[in-house]
């Protein structure tokens, strides 16, 4: 499903260059703002998220939890940057 999410991400982005208004703004480096890009990137966000969870909840150890706990912080900072 990631990986779906993702391929559907580079579509919408691809969509949204060809529209003159959307290209605009992506040149001023401002992220698309189009419904389903939004929708589509809390998907993958949220799954993503949820899956390091998932993980987190089956550590043992302290530093196995610090480790995912790390790995959650780092991708919730490069998906508010924006990549």
Do not use: W
């Amino acid at each position: 499903m990631m990986m779906e999410c993702g391929e559907a991400i580079e579509l919408v982005k691809n969509e949204l260059r060809i529209d003159s208004n959307h290209r605009a703004a992506m040149e001023k480096g401002i992220a698309p703002q189009s419904d389903l890009f939004i929708y589509l990137n809390n998907l993958k966000l949220e799954t993503t998220l949820g899956r390091y969870c998932i993980i987190a909840s089956q550590a043992s150890k302290f530093n196995e939890l610090s480790r995912i706990y790390e790995q959650m912080v780092q991708y919730l900072v490069v998906s508010i940057e924006g990549k």
